[in-house]
T-cell receptor
Framework: DTEVTQTPKHLVMGMTNKKSLKCEQH?????MYWYKQKAKKPPELMFV???????INESVPSRFSPECPNSSLLNLHLHALQPEDSALYLC?????????????FGQGTRLTVV | QQQVKQSPQSLIVQKGGISIINCAYENTAFDYFPWYQQFPGKGPALLIAIRPDVSEKKEGRFTISFNKSAKQFSLHIMDSQPGDSATYFCAASMIKAAGNKLTFGGGTRVLVKP
């Protein structure tokens, strides 16, 4: 199984809503990532979890709150977002450290903030 | 600061032709260089990757050429097919225990005409 599964595929939320994005992988990867991708742009790293601990936060606003409940799951909690936060949110996973560092991406969640 | 520069932004090639995409990086600490293929509405998928101790790597119709002294690497797609029409991203990273943080190039939209 080389899949990273993200739910939901599409999400429309108001600026006062609270929602969560979910990501799951069963490849035994101990590094998991959240990326944000705007149209016609490359993915931009938001957060990195390594062994279930937050290791990198790329100065992301606090209205985005990541959570890694266990080695297979990664959540991104959303609260009080702005319309400019509308984007494709991608989850990825990889083995941390040396050796095989191939990062597998999920299909993404298309988020629209209205 | 854009650490990985990718060119061209877009490319049109006839079926059977060769697509060439170039990338240049600045940070000599980068030690892993993958290429990702992304179709509209999908997450990026790893195509091929190379380490700096190798000058060329070929997988099927896809070849990476790597020039460490020039800090440049390129993707060649031989015998391009309409199904290759996608956006291609080069990337670079430093392999660390904290995870494989990818720095992406700006992307190249490739259109293969039948």
């Amino acid at each position: 199984d080389t899949e990273v599964t993200q739910t939901p595929k599409h999400l429309v939320m108001g600026m006062t809503n609270k929602k969560s994005l979910k990501c799951e992988q069963h490849m035994g990867h101990r590094a998991m990532y959240w990326y944000k991708q705007k149209a016609k742009k490359p993915p931009e790293l938001m957060f990195v979890y390594s062994y279930e601990k937050l290791s990198i936060n790329e100065s992301v606003p606090s209205r985005f709150s990541p959570e890694c409940p266990n080695s297979s799951l990664l959540n991104l909690h959303l609260h009080a977002l702005q319309p400019e936060d509308s984007a494709l949110y991608l989850c990825a996973s990889s083995r941390p450290g040396q050796g095989n560092t191939e990062a597998f991406f999920g299909q993404g969640t298309r988020l629209t903030v209205v | 600061q854009q650490q990985v520069k990718q060119s061209p932004q877009s490319l049109i090639v006839q079926k059977g032709g060769i697509s060439i995409i170039n990338c240049a990086y600045e940070n000599t600490a980068f030690d892993y260089f993958p290429w990702y293929q992304q179709f509209p509405g999908k997450g990026p998928a790893l195509l091929i990757a190379i380490r700096p101790d190798v000058s060329e790597k070929k997988e099927g119709r896809f070849t990476i050429s790597f020039n460490k002294s020039a800090k440049q690497f390129s993707l060649h797609i031989m015998d391009s097919q309409p199904g290759d029409s996608a956006t291609y991203f080069c990337a670079a990273s430093m392999i660390k225990a904290a995870g494989n943080k990818l720095t992406f190039g700006g992307g190249t939209r490739v259109l293969v005409k039948p």
